[in-house]
Every structure is written in C-alpha cells, then in structure tokens.
C-alpha cells in the first residue's frame, strides 16, 4: 500500500484498503451502518470524522490513524527546548521519534529516486544522521545511494 505522506486523501487509502482485503459493499454497509452511496462518498472524502475512522479502522484492520502520525513525525515544526521545570500534563505525551517501516521506505525512496539528498533529508525532517545511515545499511543494502 502506497499513499502521499504529506498530502493525505484519506478516502482515496481507505477505498485502497478496501479493495486489498476484497470486503463486500454489503458488509462495509451493514458494519457501518449506511448506503452505498454514502460509502461512496467517504471515499471521495479526503478528510473522515475520527469516530468513523475509527470505524474503518476495525473493519479494515488497519490503523488509519497512524498515516497522520506519520504525517506529524515528518511535517511537524521541531519541538523548542524548554528551560523551565517539565509541566504536569493532562493528555500522555508519546514519543515523536518512532519511524514506522512506511516512513523509512518514503525516506529511502527520496533519495533513491534521487529527489533530496541526504543532507536535505537530515535538515528537512530532523533525522539523525546515524539513523538514517542505518536504514540505508538496513534496508537499501542491493541498492547504491
């Protein structure tokens, strides 16, 4: 499964998904409770309500929710160093450093199709150099870069 990181259609990956694991109109229809023609138009939807992803996201078996954390672990403005004493925080806080295998693959995609380099990924989306060294060793080895 292939889809634009940064420009997310979440409709276009949910339909994707569904023709991958062949469920039927009907069972998508009974699962969520409503017609053909509304099941149409969430695929033409580039944006979901979540509890309806969520939805999706059992029917399918798939997290769709992590194709915007990775959105986030790359698009997102570097944190600032705080100075001051850690603030008690009412929502859990997850780490921000954990690439998925689809986000490495769309690393080393760019720089096989030879679309950055690997200075402009390292500045671009705040990787460090040894971790992107690694996947390359990993995960690129019949490949030259």
Request: net charge positive; hydrophobic share 35%.
């Amino acid at each position: 499964m292939s889809f634009d990181i940064k420009n997310i259609h979440i409709g276009k990956i949910i339909r994707q998904k569904a023709e991958e694991k062949g469920i039927e109109t009907k069972r998508i229809q009974n699962f969520l409770n409503c017609s053909e023609n509304e099941i149409q138009k969430m695929y033409e939807n580039p944006s979901i309500e979540t509890d309806l992803l969520l939805r999706w996201s059992k029917l399918l078996k798939y997290d769709f929710f992590r194709v915007y954390v990775q959105h986030i672990i790359l698009f997102s403005p570097p944190e600032k160093i705080q100075t001051v004493k850690k603030q008690k925080q009412s929502v859990p806080v997850y780490r921000k450093n954990i690439y998925t295998k689809e986000i490495i693959d769309f690393i080393l995609e760019l720089l096989n199709e030879k679309k950055k380099t690997r200075t402009q990924i390292i500045g671009e989306y705040r990787i460090p150099k040894t971790t992107l060294y690694k996947w390359i060793e990993k995960y690129n080895h019949s490949k030259k870069i």
